[in-house]
């Protein structure tokens, strides 16, 4: 694995002890800006070793090699922020368009020979219609309850 050798300038060093010192960071963003002050090889300054870092901080030395690297190749914004997500934690499946029209449908009359809707006859009728591929009769179920609609 690269070693890194972090060196801040004194602006950094500033934003880095005010991080520490103000009290209202996160943990994670205060611990990054101690182990960075702490890295720091810059002037007359003897940097701690990663093993040490990490004991003292309560992470491990893998934590902070990767943040060595982040703050040499992206600088301090991106060593203490993190890394925004490139795609959602899944598809939205559903969309409101979805969600309008099976309300819409389940306020309708039920089908003939029916007294009320159910939540399997509403997900084989969106289907009937394509407002979807396929929809389960528990997806129905659970946007029928969060918009507080009761078919019964």
Known sequence: MPRYRVTLTDEEREELEMITKKGTETARRFKFARALLLCDESEERKPWGTVQI??????????????????????????????????????????????????????SDPPEGRARWTVRLLADKAVELEYAPAVS????????????????
Do not use: Y
């Open 54 to 107: 990490a004991e003292a901080l309560g992470i491990t030395s893998r934590t902070i090699e990767h943040l060595k690297e982040r703050f040499v190749t992206g600088g301090l914004p991106l060593a203490l922020e993190r890394k925004e997500r490139e795609t959602p934690p899944r598809e939205i499946k559903f969309d409101g368009r979805f969600e309008a029209h099976l309300i819409a449908l389940a306020c």
């Open 137 to 152: 009769h528990m997806s129905v179920q659970r946007i029928l309850k969060k918009n507080n609609l009761s078919l019964t």
